[in-house]
């Protein structure tokens, strides 16, 4: 299973931007998506978690109400809208992959990971 992350870039705070991530697996549909960050120094952080359905999101706190998880399972492709972006949301943005449901916001609980994708958030 191959994951692409891809849409980061240089924002101004307060803006919007839209990363996806593109998985290379016939069986896309049977597998869980989440979305980390990772800041030098620190340890990746848990942002945004959906099921195979896509019937049930999740988001860590610094994030809710502000970013939104998707997936188009006929594309292969989970997405994360970013809203009113702050500085501190800068970081190294991860996809990754697990097939269980639960136990969603650690790293060392999904089996695949992307190459990450930059976001900068300019203040």
């Known amino acids: 299973v191959q994951l692409q992350a891809s849409g980061g870039g240089l924002v101004q705070a307060g803006d919007s931007l839209r990363l996806s991530c593109e998985v290379s697996?016939?069986?896309?549909?049977?597998?869980?998506i989440g979305w980390f960050r990772q800041t030098q120094g620190k340890e990746r952080e848990f942002v945004a978690h959906i099921t195979r359905t896509g019937n049930s999101q999740f988001y860590g706190d610094s994030v809710k109400g502000r970013f939104t998880i998707s997936r188009e399972n006929a594309k292969n492709t989970v997405y994360l809208q970013m809203n009113n972006l702050h500085p501190e949301d800068t970081g190294v943005y991860y996809c990754?992959?697990?097939?269980?449901?639960?136990?969603?916001?650690?790293?060392?609980?999904?089996?695949?990971w992307g190459q990450g994708t930059l976001v900068t958030v300019s203040s």
């Open positions: 990754a992959a697990k097939r269980t449901f639960l136990q969603y916001q650690r790293p060392d609980q999904y089996d695949y």
């Open positions: 697996e016939v069986t896309f549909s049977s597998y869980n």
